[in-house]
């Protein structure tokens, strides 16, 4: 248990699909991410929010849209995907301070998403 | 731009021996590095953290080393045990930043 929280845990979605995986932090951090994980790829930051503000958009593709409501809370919603989007999607959490992180960041056990 | 790299991606280590994974980094403003162990299934778990203002951390059976000459990273497993079979990530952050940046991952294996 690392206190961060994601479901669901897995998610089978058509193209044309609507979908949300959605992320709690219990560890009142006050900083949230998304990372993707593929096969054969290092983490890949997609997001990060501080304060609940995006700070970061990595490139990322529209079709993938974060909502960041409170500092607890974290969603990825997800329209119109492609089978390459199918992956691990990591939410985790972090304390980061005026000099930037003051620790680990504490991951989710993982959303693995499949697009057919 | 940053990038961090592994020279090896699969180690196999025989059940008792000692474990040394290796990491490159290229941005010399870098300052916070961390190893993560990842399990099957799960998320990226931490081990160890170094600052730059140190060149060696150690925990329990784990050592980190860190080289900001040639900005190399090693994790060092004393004892490898079965259960420390997983793929390990090196990760950087540099000065006021509010990421990390992910290595490749290293597989290790432990043989019984």
């Known amino acids: 248990e690392t206190g961060v929280t994601q479901t669901p845990r897995h998610l089978v979605m058509g193209m044309t699909n609507k979908k949300s995986l959605k992320c709690e932090q219990h560890l009142g951090h006050n900083a949230m991410y998304w990372y993707k994980q593929s096969a054969k790829k290092p983490l890949e930051l997609m997001f990060v929010y501080n304060f609940k503000e995006q700070t970061e958009n990595n490139s990322v593709p529209s079709r993938f849209s974060p909502e960041c409501p409170n500092s607890s809370h974290l969603f990825l919603h997800l329209h119109t995907l492609q089978p390459e989007d199918s992956a691990l999607y990591l939410c985790?959490?972090?304390?980061?301070?005026?000099?930037?992180?003051?620790?680990?960041?504490?991951f989710g056990e993982g959303s693995r998403l499949t697009v057919l | 731009g940053e990038s961090v790299g592994l020279h090896l991606p699969t180690l196999s280590v025989q059940e008792g021996d000692n474990s040394i994974i290796n990491c490159a980094y290229s941005?010399?403003?870098?300052?916070?590095f961390i190893w993560y162990k990842q399990e099957s299934g799960k998320g990226p778990q931490f081990i160890i953290d170094i600052r730059s203002n140190m060149d060696k951390r150690q925990g329990q059976r784990v050592t980190v080393l860190l080289n900001k000459t040639v900005k190399h990273l090693s994790l060092q497993i004393a004892a490898t045990q079965p259960g420390d079979s997983a793929v390990y990530f090196c990760a950087e952050n540099t000065e006021y930043g509010n990421k990390l940046v992910f290595g490749a991952g290293t597989i290790l294996r432990v043989k019984s």
């Open positions: 985790a959490s972090s304390q980061v301070g005026v000099a930037g992180l003051t620790g680990e960041l504490f």
């Open positions: 941005n010399s403003a870098s300052d916070y």
